[in-house]
């Protein structure tokens, strides 16, 4: 007896060692090899060296303003979201109002919503066939739309704001709540009121919180790709839109490839500055946190009014519009949209009813949750690790992050030049889609499980196995209960994030097999009334599913669990 229970520890150990090499092999083949071969075909695109490519990007006129514009529309997209996020977090942590908390809840909200969806919620609001424009049209007997938004730099950077303007106000208020008090009450007493409070104390005070959220917001919009393709198209082509246009459009692969270089070297640049100063945004942080108090003047009331109505209008009607032109037809409360999603009315073989790709999106969110969830918990577990080295934590830590500092775009582009070979020949596969959604999904269940991961007292497993305990025993029953929250807000993150996910699917999803992201693009690209409003049925669809998502992770997730 005792010698088959030897046999099954040491079966157990070398099985736990061989099971941490998993995710270690999935990332370097469907991650780190494509992103290799990009930079193959860009250095080496007939197979010698060959740097015409970027020689044609610094020399020509087109490629230099398609970067140039990124540049700007990302820091006027930040700029704007730093200037209405500083009022916003002032209110949160100085003012305690009935529902503060869930107000911040639901502000993370439209960051976790799905591009697509986003961009169909701001035409429904504001675009041609708006509800916006129709209610003026009406009342004012217009014949053409008043408000003419679509495809301009303006509708972007609102867009932009509605999606980073949570990210920037949990930042700054974080950060904010944990400076002391004391150290404005002292600047007070020195005489400093009004604009100069704000300009030599607040806001040097702030500067690692603006700066650190302002650049994480520039990261965002400068790799921004749904919300500009369907609401400025070519005209306003960033890079990552560029990216997809030479590689699906024009079949130019060299150039796509060399555009992927120059953006994956910008945002490296990037990566490492934020992570050095998200390094001294902790070490800032004082034990004397500012007390948020009730409002009492007029000026405190006026001020926190007007910021929640702000957000209230900012994250309210966007989306009410979204359901209301979806159930809406003619004027009239219809279903029609939500039923004709299952119809084909041009008999078109090719034609792949809108309801298919519901039945697709879930197919896959429910593959990418289950590879997600197996491979990001092994990860936390290699991470996380008490027993192997050190180093092999602060290597893979930063490694198993990169998919979230890598556009979608380029992780599909880079699908699509490696993958096509055997033994790994998938480009005409639809188990890309899971592959790249299990990628983009993995980080944000590592996040979710590693900190609940090293909150277990090694004490209560060694006493476990002091008294006979087995390696699966203690997992079983000791590692799984004090895990499962950690492990069930990781799913629901999988799941929301391989439903909405837009930019890796556009690129590798078959005809035949497309997602609910995908056919919200193509609807919406294509003439006609039905299909805008099967386009907005979807929306609401997905949006449904994104907003139980949030709900179930807000319900699991509570102070310790997880770092998102």
């Known amino acids: 007896m005792d010698r088959n229970r030897s046999s099954l520890d040491r079966l157990w150990h070398y099985l736990r060692y061989g099971l941490l090499l998993v995710p270690v092999l999935f990332l370097g083949i469907f991650f780190v090899y494509p992103l290799v071969s990009i930079f193959d075909l860009s250095l080496r695109p007939d197979g010698v060296l060959d740097l015409s490519g970027f020689l044609r990007l610094a ?54 919503l799905p591009t697509v969806v986003v961009a169909a919620a701001f035409l429904a609001l504001i675009g041609p066939r708006g509800l916006l424009n129709t209610t003026l049209m009406t009342w004012f007997g217009l ?133 050095r100063l998200q390094q001294r945004m902790t070490s800032a942080s004082t034990r004397a946190p500012i007390q948020p108090n009730r409002p009492s003047t007029t000026k405190d009331w006026l001020l926190l009014g007007g910021n929640l109505l702000f957000m209230a209008l900012m994250l309210v009607m966007p989306l009410l519009a979204l359901v209301l032109r979806a159930i809406t037809v003619d004027g009239q409360f219809s279903l029609a949209y939500f039923t004709g999603l299952s119809m084909n009315p041009r008999d078109s073989i090719l034609f792949v009813p809108p309801a298919v790709a519901v039945r697709n999106s879930l197919f896959f969110a429910g593959i990418t949750t289950v590879f997600a969830l197996l491979l990001g918990t092994i990860t936390a577990y290699l991470i996380g690790s008490r027993t192997l080295p050190r180093w092999i934590g602060a290597v893979f830590d930063p490694l198993f992050m990169l998919p979230l500092a890598t556009s979608a775009v380029t992780l599909g582009f880079g699908f699509i030049i490696a993958l096509d070979e055997p033994p790994l020949d998938l480009r005409s596969s639809w188990v890309l889609i899971p592959i ?19 909150n277990i007292p090694a004490s209560v497993q060694e006493a476990a196995q002091v008294l006979g305990a087995s390696p699966w025993q203690v997992w079983r029953w000791i590692d799984l209960p004090l895990l499962s929250r950690g492990l069930v807000v990781g799913a629901t993150f999988a799941f929301a994030v391989s439903m909405g996910e837009f930019g890796a699917s556009v690129f590798v999803a078959r005809p035949d097999t497309p997602t609910m992201p995908v056919v919200i693009f193509r609807l919406l690209g294509q003439p006609g009334a039905e299909n805008y409003g099967q386009a907005l049925a979807l929306s609401t669809l997905l949006l449904l599913v994104c907003l139980s998502s949030f709900v179930a992770i807000e319900r699991f997730r509570d102070i310790g669990v997880g770092e998102f």
């Open 436 to 454: 790249a959604h299990t990628l983009v999904a993995m980080p944000f269940v590592v996040r979710s499980v590693l900190p609940a991961l090293r």
């Open 59 to 112: 020399t020509s006129d087109y490629y230099r303003d398609t970067l140039w514009f990124t540049l700007l529309q990302a820091s006027l997209s930040t700029l704007l979201t730093i200037i209405l996020a500083i009022p916003g977090a002032y209110v949160f942590v100085h003012y305690r109002f009935p529902g503060r908390s869930l107000l911040m809840s639901l502000m993370t909200l439209p960051f976790v």
């Open 143 to 275: 014949e053409t739309a008043p408000i003419q938004l679509t495809q301009t730099l303006t509708l972007i950077l609102i867009v932009h704001v509605f999606y980073n303007y949570a990210v920037a106000l949990r930042m700054i208020a974080g950060y904010w709540a944990g400076l002391s008090a004391r150290i404005e009450d002292a600047a007070r007493t020195l005489g400093a009121h009004g604009w100069r409070l704000w300009w030599y104390v607040r806001l040097p005070m702030l500067r690692p919180a603006i700066t650190s959220a302002a650049l994480l917001v520039f990261i965002f919009t400068f790799t921004s790709f749904g919300v500009v393709l369907i609401l400025g198209g070519i005209r306003f082509a960033t890079l990552e839109v560029q990216i997809y246009y030479q590689a699906r459009n024009l079949l130019n692969l060299p150039m796509a490839a060399a555009l992927s270089l120059v953006q994956i070297g910008i945002m490296l640049v990037m990566m490492i500055v934020y992570t």
